[in-house]
Each structure stands twice: as structure tokens, then as C-alpha cells.
């Protein structure tokens, strides 16, 4: 019997429970096969600069299986599981914008999906309506995500300090890499001073 074909892993039993989780590195250590992942074994899907996209499953409240290829049934579409994925992720994990001491926001959620947030466009269009400006964002950690107006340097660069030290702090590191949500374009890119 194929993995796919085992009950625990029939799509049509995980498809409701499977989330994008944002990467730069193929690790994690919350996941309950995290730590020894790649490409290779996993699909994996390009998403903006060095970040990437992985796809995990719900096992329960806390306890996530990263997907792996030998999981999903022959001539499954990426693009398939990712549209699921976020639905999903928007059904399931309420995001909240909060502020800081500092002037920026953050983006919060359960500990788990934060970074997730750069998979919902909405978010950030919400977020540039209100704010009219474009935003840049930081995702340093899997349980961090952070943005401030473009237009508001001293905020950007305090932004980054903070975002620096989650870095630092974090065992499910991401990215210090700063991205830019284009309010006249309504598309999240990478950063361009």
C-alpha cells in the first residue's frame, strides 16, 4: 500500500487540515517530521525571493505533519493543494493586526501560522487601504511577522531592530529580507531602497 493510500494520509481524509507554512530553510522544529525535509521528498513551492512555501497537516491543536510528496495521490496539482491550503488557512486561523511601542504593526495569529499571513493577499490590502501607503513587511520567525508604512523611515528601521532580535530569538527562523506590498499594484514584492 502506497502512503497515499493509507487511511491517515487519503486526501480526501487531510485535505480540510493542510496549511501553508512560510520557510526559507526545509526545517522545523515544531513539525512532527520537520527536522529532515528537502525538496526532494517534499513539495515545495517558490514563493518570493529566498522564501518558500511548505505545505503541513493538522494532526491536532498543535501537532503538525509536513506533507510529503509519497502523501499526495499520483498527478496531484501543486497549485491544487496551495489554492486548498489557504483556503484553509483563511477558514481556520483568525489573523490579527496589533501595534507596537514603536509605531508598527504586527500581524498575529496562533503561534503557528503568522508567517502564513504573506499567503493572504487581503491582509495586506486592508492594511494599505487604511494606511495609504505601501508597507514593508518583515517575516523573521514563523510566529513573527512585522510591517510599517513605507513612508515612515524611523518606524522602518526600528521595525528592524525588532525584527533582528525575533530573529535571533527564534529556533523557527525565516527571513530578514524585507518585502514591499505595492499599494497602487496590490502585489507583495521584494524590497527596493
Not at 520557510?23 to 527536522?35: I, M, P, R, S, Y
Not at 513539495?43 to 509536513?66: C, M, T, Y
Not at 487581503?122 to 494599505?128: E, G, M, N, P
Not at 527564534?170 to 502585489?187: P, V
Amino acid at each position: 500500500m502506497e502512503k497515499y493510500e493509507e487511511p491517515h494520509y487519503k486526501w480526501e481524509t487531510i485535505e480540510d487540515q493542510v496549511y501553508p507554512w512560510i520557510k526559507n530553510e526545509l526545517t522545523d522544529t515544531q513539525a512532527l517530521n520537520g527536522k529532515h525535509f528537502s525538496e526532494k521528498d517534499a513539495p515545495v513551492v517558490v514563493f518570493l525571493g529566498e522564501l518558500k512555501i511548505i505545505f503541513v497537516i493538522k494532526r491536532n491543536a498543535d501537532v503538525f505533519e509536513v506533507l510529503k510528496d509519497s502523501m499526495l495521490p499520483p498527478g496531484c496539482d501543486i497549485e491544487d493543494v496551495y489554492r486548498k491550503a489557504c483556503e484553509n488557512l483563511e477558514r481556520d486561523v483568525e489573523f490579527v493586526i496589533g501595534n507596537t511601542r514603536y509605531g508598527a504593526f504586527a500581524v498575529l495569529a496562533d503561534g503557528h501560522h503568522e508567517a502564513s499571513a504573506l499567503c493572504l493577499k487581503h491582509i495586506w490590502q486592508v492594511c494599505v487601504d487604511k494606511l495609504k501607503d505601501d508597507l514593508i513587511i518583515i517575516a523573521p520567525a514563523k510566529d513573527t511577522v512585522l510591517f510599517a508604512p513605507a513612508g515612515q523611515p524611523e518606524v522602518v528601521k526600528k521595525m528592524e531592530d525588532h525584527a533582528k532580535m525575533a530573529y535571533d530569538q527564534s529556533e523557527d527562523q525565516i527571513s530578514l529580507e524585507k518585502l514591499r506590498f505595492l499599494a497602487d499594484r496590490r502585489e507583495l514584492v521584494i524590497y527596493e531602497a
